[in-house]
């Protein structure tokens, strides 16, 4: 169990500069960094965040994501933001991921997993930074979860989560999903079954513009559920954002899902460790009423704001659920006509030295 999450270490925007401009001058960090090269502007932010602080003394990977019928301007983007990343990170290196196999079936998470785990890490690293911004669920969850355990089976070495966020560039950012839901690789959220009791399923969907067709396939694949509770942003950077999405999914939320308005579930936009809270208590009560009389299964599908995911991504790991997903097979995005503004950054602090004897350094067994 990882009891410090409660409490994360946590940073927020100027804090982050702060945080990263002290934590990593120190000459004896050496660091890991593991991040997207999409098409996505946020590409670059924490790159040249950490790449400021530590100069030569960070290498990086950067994640491509190949998908097989990709809009040309979106690779033209991608291509620069490789580039850049180049330029920012000059010790690094590409990492192609074929998302869909030869017969369409979801491959991201098994590659990037298979990649992660053959991986060595070298003794003198230090931290190791993964950067969510733009990695999508399939891709970013395994890599987080085998990053996160390779660094706790280490007692000298921190593993740290970075978002570089702006929800209104998210709302400009459409998709085209493909028809298989899956569980992510890592997140299938079977290990506590035993078979002995019927099911209780509880899906909680993160809703999300323009993603209705993903969540009716979502909801298809998980079959009847004893509840439903759709996870929405509030408070948020735009006030209203939770009322526009309800007000988008209304047909589906009345008519189809059924689902009660006190069911909702309101999570903070902006800090993770809300989500992974209020997940964790939904969980743990869910547990305590259908015990001994079914066997709760939680699933979660965090198809939104990257960093209301990254909290769904605590709670899957520290509770087993399942992370029921539909992979993209093409993305559409349409740039701002304005400057874009700075993004919202988040830094988490997931597991190192810094919490001493405190559980979380080193994982301590159920």
């Given amino acids: 169990m990882r009891p410090h999450w409660e409490n994360s270490i946590a940073h927020f925007d100027e804090q982050v500069d702060i945080f990263v401009g002290e934590y990593f001058s120190d000459a004896s960090r050496r660091c890991l960094f593991v991040a997207a090269a999409g098409f996505d502007p946020r590409s670059r932010h924490v790159a040249q965040l950490l790449a400021t602080a530590l100069g030569d003394r960070v290498e990086g990977i950067f994640v491509r994501e190949e998908r097989g019928r990709p809009d040309a301007a979106l690779v033209a983007a991608a291509d620069d933001n490789e580039t850049r990343l180049k330029v920012i990170m000059p010790r690094s290196r590409v990492l192609a991921i074929p998302i869909f196999g030869d017969d369409e ?17 070298d003794a003198d690293v230090t931290d190791v930074v993964l950067d969510m911004s733009a990695l999508s669920i399939g891709v970013g969850f395994p890599a987080a979860r085998i990053l996160l355990e390779a660094c706790e089976r280490s007692t000298s070495r921190s593993f740290h989560l970075m978002i570089a966020s702006d929800p209104d560039l998210d709302d400009r950012i459409s998709s085209e999903p493909g028809d298989r839901a899956i569980a992510v690789r890592g997140f299938a959220g079977t290990a506590h079954l035993m078979g002995i009791l019927p099911p209780a399923k509880m899906w909680v969907p993160q809703l999300a513009r323009g993603r209705g067709t993903a969540l009716d396939a979502i909801a298809s694949y998980v079959g009847e559920c004893y509840k439903i509770c ?9 006030p209203r954002r939770s009322d526009v999405l309800l007000a988008e999914h209304q047909s589906r939320l009345v008519n189809e899902w059924l689902v009660d308005p006190r069911d909702l579930v309101y999570v903070s936009e902006r800090n993770p460790l809300d989500t992974y809270r209020t997940l964790s208590m939904l969980t743990q009560r869910f547990n305590e009423t259908v015990k001994g009389v079914f066997e709760p299964q939680v699933f979660l599908s965090p198809i939104g704001s990257k960093v209301m995911a990254a909290g769904a991504l605590m709670a899957a790991i520290e509770h087993d ?27 988490l602090l997931l597991s190192g030295p810094a919490y001493g004897d405190y559980p979380g350094g080193q994982v301590e067994e159920e």
């Fill in 105 to 121: 079936a979801p491959i991201g998470g098994a590659r990037i997993a298979k990649s992660l785990s053959e991986l060595q890490i």
């Fill in 230 to 238: 759709p996870m929405v942003p509030f408070p948020s950077k735009d």
């Fill in 321 to 347: 659920l399942t992370i029921q997903y539909l992979e993209t097979v093409r993305y559409e995005y349409a740039p701002a006509d304005h400057a874009a503004a700075a993004p919202q950054t988040v830094h």
